[in-house]
Structure formats: C-alpha cells, structure tokens
C-alpha cells in the first residue's frame, strides 16, 4: 500500500508560486497549493514506502531553490 502525506513549505519571501510550481514536476507529487498562514505551499505526496517518501522529501522537494523549511506529517487511516 502506497503511503500518502501532506508537505507543509515555508518559502523565502516571494518565492512560494515559483516553489509550489518547481514541486509539481516532481514524480510522487499529487498536488502543490500556495496558501496563507504559517506556511507558503502545501503538497500532498504518494510514495511506495516510509523510506521512498523520506527520499522524496530530502532529495527532492528541499533541494529546490526558496524553501527555508519543511514539515513532513504522513497520513494514517484510523
């Protein structure tokens, strides 16, 4: 069973659209939402296993240019 999670993204100031644009065109991303409040983007991500999804999230997405921190939180199905 693929494991899913959301990505929260804090961005240097101004860079949100280009960060949630740059993170669509990662493999594994299902979606890459700006928003407001405490973070700049939101990304919901699928992954074959905890160990892909922690690939994911260092070798990818906080590789990209912009973003100053990211908050991984997987989905768990009560």
Do not use: C, F, H, W
Request: charged share 20%.
């Amino acid at each position: 069973m693929a494991v899913s999670a959301y990505i929260l993204i804090q961005t240097e100031v101004g860079k949100a659209a280009a960060v949630a644009n740059e993170v669509r065109d990662i493999p594994g991303v299902i979606a890459a939402d700006d928003v407001t409040g405490p973070y700049d983007v939101v990304v919901r991500v699928e992954a074959e296993s905890m160990d892909e999804l922690g690939r994911l999230v260092v070798s990818r997405v906080q590789m990209l240019g912009g973003i100053t921190k990211t908050t991984t939180m997987p989905v768990v199905n009560l």
